[in-house]
């Protein structure tokens, strides 16, 4: 039941978008601001509701504070695996019943892991508020973590490995810039998980964990949609008030990141890499604090469309790849910003490294452009702008806001601080994050076949 953006609002904001870019200055955009209502239950969950009766819809969204991060030592995925069990059986619901109260009334369903968080959400007709309120207290209050539940769905988080990791040419490329970016922080374990650490856990692990953190005084209820916020209220007391509060203390990962101290290379190799790919890696601040805002403009400056600095360089004019990208990967404890190629055939690494180095100088000794600059700002201005479209949209950025952020007021000067990041400020962040000494270089290419060997029958045998 989610609407599509409306023609008007769209061609407004393509309106501005073009005007902007027209302009020698980026005109100000004002965010109409998210009305909230915040309270806690006495059992600790937080309850954000923001009434929108533009549409007979709802969004509902439950994000709990535990990510890949938490996850135990030796136990990579664990958050991953929880994305899925939620969606198992209950005390008072069968298996894969939350997709029969959303998609059987044209509503929809899904969640993610994050480092950070892991969310839940549902778009359904808000005559189905009350049965989906029922039902997130309900996997919340009385999951089933059993051994069938467990050992089911950690065959599926392998399989996803497999298909997202093992599979793909550049699967193992993306796995191992998370994997050494970070030497003693949670942030090294990827997401996903492993299949050794997967196969090594055991059902009590498993309830642990679940015990741990899926829990009201761990978790955000974001409601935002057409309802009557005092129904609303007796619903949430009604079924979530009631989801007892452990006595067990709510563990918080307090490892420091070690600056870096000098530049480290690290080569890898898959079997089903056609072409040669490089990443550069350096940590940056944290996405609560102010760089990040010129951190992110700086990424759309470099990487945003065909026009951006690493396409027309690296793939156009230069034609030393065929792919350029840069990503601020900003998290809850320190960021993370990426610059990598997927190189051209017939090119080395070290060609690509020289051009990407070359352009990171090029932002640190000039100022962008007042075009470059508007444009990304623009950029991001109408993300957020269309973000703000839905119900959905709308409880996603508030609960990013308070989750992420640890600021629910934050949902309302996003824009206004991304619109005030000058030229000087990417120069600044540029100048401060990207030294060689915070420089981690990783380098994927092709394994090399294994030399073939005489079997002493007159046939040759051995490689790949």
């Not at 992420?404 to 005030?420: F, H, M, P, W």
């Amino acid at each position: 039941m989610q609407r599509n953006p409306s023609p008007l609002l769209t061609l407004l904001i393509s309106l501005v978008v073009c005007a902007t870019l027209a302009a020698d200055s980026l005109a100000q955009v004002t965010m109409p601001r998210l009305s909230y209502r915040d309270r806690t239950l006495p059992n600790g969950l937080r309850v954000l509701t923001a009434e929108d009766r533009s549409s007979p819809t709802v969004a509902i969204q439950v994000w709990y504070k535990v990510g890949s991060k938490d996850d135990p030592e030796g136990r990579s995925g664990f958050a991953h695996l929880f994305e899925h069990m939620l969606f198992k059986g209950t005390r008072n619901m069968k298996d894969e019943m939350m997709d029969r109260l959303t998609e059987d009334v044209g509503g929809f369903n899904n969640a993610s892991t994050w480092d950070d968080f892991t969310n839940y959400h549902e778009v359904v007709p808000s005559n189905y508020l009350e049965t989906l309120l029922w039902a997130e207290a309900d996997r919340m209050g009385s999951l089933n973590v059993d051994d069938k539940n467990f050992k089911s769905e950690r065959d599926v988080v392998k399989e996803e490995f497999r298909s997202r990791v093992l599979a793909p040419p550049y699967g193992r490329f993306f796995y191992a810039i998370e994997k050494y970016s970070f030497a003693a922080h949670p942030y090294r374990r990827p997401g996903i998980g492993s299949i050794e650490e997967l196969d090594a856990a055991t059902l009590e692990d498993v309830r642990s964990f679940h015990s741990t953190f899926y829990r009201p005084d761990n978790a955000t209820l974001v409601v935002v949609g057409d309802f009557d916020q005092k129904q609303l209220d007796t619903w949430v007391d009604k079924y979530f008030g009631r989801v007892a509060r452990p006595d067990r203390p709510l563990p918080r990962v307090t490892i420091k990141e070690p600056e870096r101290v000098t530049e480290k290379r690290i080569s890898e190799s898959a079997p089903n890499v056609p072409l040669p790919a490089i990443a550069l890696t350096y940590l940056t601040s944290a996405v609560k604090a102010g760089d990040a805002y010129a951190l992110r403009v700086a990424e759309s400056i470099l990487s945003s469309g065909e026009s951006s600095r690493l396409y027309q360089s690296l793939v156009y004019q230069q034609q030393i790849a065929q792919e350029a990208f840069a990503q601020a990967d900003l998290r809850e404890d320190l960021g993370l910003f990426v610059l990598g190629a997927i190189l051209a055939s017939e090119k080395r690494p070290e060609e690509a490294e020289r051009s990407l180095l070359s352009e990171l100088k090029r932002l640190q000794d000039a100022p962008v452009t007042a075009a470059e600059l508007d444009k990304a700002k623009n950029q991001l201005v109408t993300n957020e702008l269309r973000e703000r479209e839905t119900s959905d949209g709308k409880a996603f950025a508030l609960a990013r806001a308070a989750v992420l952020l640890g600021d629910a007021t934050r949902v309302n000067s996003g824009i206004e601080k991304l619109q005030a990041v000058t030229a000087a400020d990417v120069q600044r962040v540029m100048k401060k994050y990207f030294s060689d000494n915070n420089r981690l270089v990783i380098t994927y290419q092709a394994e090399t076949a294994k030399p073939q060997t005489n079997t002493g029958s007159g046939k040759k045998g051995g490689g790949r």
